[in-house]
């Protein structure tokens, strides 16, 4: 069974920053891709960020160049490294793993961006 497990996540100012990590554990095989999505009170579970296998990486318009994607394959961790915050980005970070012919969600991190 694969668990995935989030960190990073609290409180911060705008304009701060937050790194947020996601850790894989279990049996995993092979990773085709990873990423981090968000939930705000009210709205739809969203794509952040995501990173193939190749290292290719794409953003959701709103957080380019602002968030950065990343990886550790050895430590099967993804990060999300998160800059210049914005109370918009308020949420609950889910990431998600493709791998071994399946998807695995994490339980989420909440972010809150505020004075």
């Known amino acids: 069974q694969v668990q995935l497990v989030e960190s990073g996540g609290g409180l911060v100012q705008p304009g701060g920053s937050l790194r947020l990590s996601c850790v894989a554990s279990?049996?995993?095989?092979?990773?085709?891709?990873m990423g981090w999505y968000r939930q705000a009170p009210g709205k739809q579970r969203e794509l952040v960020a995501r990173?193939?296998?190749?290292?290719?990486?794409n953003y959701a318009d709103p957080v380019k160049g602002r968030f950065t994607i990343s990886r550790d394959n050895a430590k099967n961790t993804v990060y999300l490294q998160m800059n210049s915050l914005k109370p918009e980005d308020t949420a609950i970070y889910y990431c998600?793993?493709?791998?071994?012919?399946?998807?695995?969600w994490g339980q989420g991190t909440q972010v809150t961006v505020s004075s």
């Open positions: 990173i193939t296998s190749g290292g290719s990486t």
């Open positions: 998600k793993f493709n791998a071994n012919n399946n998807v695995y």
């Open positions: 279990g049996s995993i095989f092979s990773i085709n891709s």
